[in-house]
């Protein structure tokens, strides 16, 4: 009984499915030359994490003039994930039936897991403009599926490198004890070279740090490496210089744990921190410096580095549109357009690696305080030189 | 020896925390039988309203105002507008209303205050540390939280035990109709128990405002902990409210300090990482389970 069920409501799928295909290509058809494409973009705007969604919808909407991305009229259809993958997959799927063959806009990694399969059986396009995880970048990477921010290990690795290079002998690690987290620990322990003298994982929803800061003392650590995104990161930072380990113990974070928001909520507890980082508001080159200023006029706040890395993503996926003159049709052209990534990067020299995800600088950069009271970011020195990542040799494209 | 002073001081003053934010909730739950779950909300509109206070006067005096105002106010409003018509129904009621009303506080706050978390400093009289033994310096700030704490329980100890309030909070945890029959405007009671309730939410948050993050949700993170504390404490005691508070307060830092070491000490770094970093997170939860195993109603339950 069930079972003849099943098989009809199989045949009455397929037959709805058969149904739409003719619908579907006639309206990619169209696209061709003047209709919008619609990029499908959903991104957290809800919950605490808000702000991270706000900015990268500023920072992609930035990259639009009059509606157009490298001269292609594109149409964005966001959606709020309020940072539940059940969300985000249900607005992909509604997305994906209404014909949209390309996507981007997920802020978090267990987001981006439960969109990016979807897009990609569908045909359709994935470029990422955060999260990079590392499920996505050995044996599973995909042609249709690109990363244009970083992968997830290697910002962590970079961290190792410049512990390395800052001439660290025994470093403490502290994490909440979740993928994410156990993931930045071994990142970083993949490159450092001198002795961890503890791993140290918190609650996930943790505030208070005491406990493990009175650890840290009498660990004694050369220094510390520590990741905690969000406001445990604030927390993390401002109990940090409370208990006076500040001054004492250095402490090094991957760019997110302090992002420009954040440094506003620590204050001068941000004062002194080391980060292994691929862009700063500061730097100096002239695509960067026309990228701040002009985010800055559009929306009186100081970009973070989600709202680069979508202004980023959103002029190589406008390079791409440019090639093929907005039909994604052209599959193969598209994705070569995409993967010869020829569009000027805000945070400078960038290109794609074997599995599509990005090859780039990483830098040691380091908060400090400003005559002025202002706390920035500014470079200590580039720490890798063309750094892709770890699981480029296990994917197997083309 | 100096370490495990240090780690117990900081139970004192997570527990100290935990008893501002339960001896309310249990107060609410122990008189009005109402579950209410808008309480972690109370502590983050403190929390708002103490930086705002500060940012714009410069004063902590004033941000202690305005947390207990603004926090004590806002609870009175929730009561008077929506809890209030809920008493007589069901928990389910209670349970769909003030979660939904953890929603609404959530937007509201952000679209008052916006998403970008305030900052708040430690003020200038409570910066740094002071040398309690040698070798061990205690930030000040936090001993002023665990003085808090005690104020606090000594104060709410004289007013429900040596006032005419005190004495009807009291009677109306044990039989409120027969207050209500008695002549008593049970509705203000309730109400004033709602602001009390919340005041002292406030008064959690402008404590930690200082030393942790402001941000939307951070009530909700607090709130399950704080349940714990009232289900280990007894349902509608105040002293139940301090000795959970304490215990649990103590638990989570001893076990956070030394369950992973402990480990280490029987099994390889990484298995006793990991299995320590999850019998960390379930440590409080445990006891709570030890102690309903024991004493279902709670170590010091109201009397009924």
């Known amino acids: 009984m069930s079972r003849s069920a099943f098989t009809r409501r199989m045949i009455v799928a397929g037959l709805a499915s058969a149904a739409a295909l003719p619908m579907a290509q006639s309206a990619l058809a169209q696209a061709g030359a003047s209709a919008p494409v619609t990029i499908g973009f959903i991104t957290t705007l809800s919950t605490p994490a808000g702000y991270i969604g706000e900015d990268i919808r500023a920072g992609f909407q930035l990259a639009l003039t009059d509606g157009k991305l490298g001269g292609v009229p594109v149409n964005l259809a966001i959606e709020d994930d309020a940072l539940k993958p059940a969300n985000a997959k249900q607005a992909a799927d509604r997305l994906i039936q209404s014909g949209v063959k390309l996507f981007t806009g997920v802020n978090f990694s267990n987001v981006l897991a439960a969109v990016v399969p979807g897009v990609l059986e569908s045909g359709g396009y994935y470029v990422s403009l955060n999260p990079g995880p590392s499920s996505f970048a050995g044996e599973r990477c995909h042609r249709n599926y690109f990363v244009a921010s970083y992968q997830n290990d290697a910002f962590h690795e970079a961290a190792g490198l410049s512990a390395n290079r800052l001439g660290y002998k025994r470093v403490a690690l502290l994490a909440p004890n979740y993928q994410a987290g156990r993931d930045a620990l071994e990142g970083f322990k993949r490159t450092f070279k001198g002795e961890i003298v503890s791993e140290i994982y918190t609650k996930l929803d943790q505030t208070d740090f005491s406990v493990e800061l009175a650890r840290v003392r009498s660990l004694a650590p050369e220094a510390i490496y520590q990741f905690h995104p969000g406001g445990a990161g604030i927390n993390f930072a401002k109990q940090y210089a409370n208990a006076g380990l500040g001054k004492s113990i250095p402490m090094l974070i991957p760019a997110f744990s302090m992002d420009a928001h954040m440094v506003g909520a620590t204050g001068d507890a941000a004062d002194g921190i080391y980060a292994s980082a691929l862009w700063t508001p500061e730097a100096t080159s002239p695509a960067s410096k026309a990228f701040v200023e002009a985010f800055r006029k559009a929306y009186s706040r100081t970009p973070t580095m989600y709202a680069q890395q979508a202004y980023d993503t959103a002029n190589l996926i406008g390079s791409a549109l440019k090639a093929v003159n907005g039909d994604l049709g052209k599959q193969d052209e598209f994705r070569k357009a995409l993967r010869a990534a020829q569009f000027t990067a805000v945070r400078g020299k960038f290109s794609f690696g074997p599995n599509q995800h990005p090859v780039q600088d990483y830098y040691l950069m380091k908060f400090e305080k400003r005559p002025s009271g202002e706390i920035v970011q500014t470079i200590v020195r580039k720490i890798a030189e063309d750094y892709g990542d770890a699981y480029a040799a296990q994917c197997k494209l083309n | ?304």
Do not use: K
């Not at chain 2, 929390?47 to 202690?64: K, R």
């Not at chain 2, 106010?73 to 979660?99: G, K, N, S």
């Not at chain 2, 992973?260 to 389970?289: F, W």
């Open chain 2, 1 to 304: 020896m100096i370490l495990f002073v240090e780690q117990a001081l900081n139970g004192l003053q997570y527990g100290s925390m935990l008893f501002l934010l339960a001896s309310g909730l249990t107060l609410i739950f122990g008189i009005m039988g109402v579950i209410n779950l808008t309480h972690g909300a109370f502590y983050m509109v403190g929390a708002y309203s103490a930086a705002f206070a500060v940012l714009s006067t410069g004063s902590f005096l004033v941000g202690i105002a305005a947390a207990l105002l603004g926090a004590g106010l806002y609870a009175v409003l929730v009561e008077v507008a929506v809890v209030q018509w809920l008493y007589r129904r069901d928990h389910l009621y209670q349970v769909l209303a003030t979660l939904g009303l953890i929603l609404f506080t959530n937007e509201a706050v952000s679209m008052i205050f916006g998403r970008r978390p305030p900052l708040m400093d430690i003020p200038p009289f409570l910066q740094g540390s002071i040398p309690l033994l040698p070798g061990l310096d205690y930030p000040l700030m936090r001993i002023a939280f665990i003085v808090t704490g005690a104020l606090v329980a000594i104060g709410l100890w004289a007013l429900v035990n040596h006032t005419r309030v005190g004495m009807l909070i009291r009677a109306g945890a044990d039989d409120r109709e027969m207050v209500d029959a008695l002549g008593i405007d049970i509705r203000r009671l309730y109400t004033l128990v709602f602001g009390l309730g919340g005041a002292l939410c406030g008064l959690a948050g402008v404590m930690a405002a200082p030393l942790l993050a402001i941000e939307i949700g951070m009530g909700e993170r607090v709130l399950i902990t704080t349940f714990v504390v009232i289900v280990i404490g007894g349902v509608g005691s105040v002293r139940g409210a301090l000795v959970g508070a304490l215990l649990v307060g103590m638990v989570d830092s001893l076990g956070r300090a030394y369950i992973p070491q402990l480990l280490q000490l029987s099994l390889p770094a990484s298995a006793a990482d990991t299995l320590g970093a999850g019998l960390v997170s379930a440590s409080i939860y445990v006891l709570m389970a030890i102690v309903l195993l024991v004493r279902p109603n709670g170590l010091l339950p109201a009397r009924r």
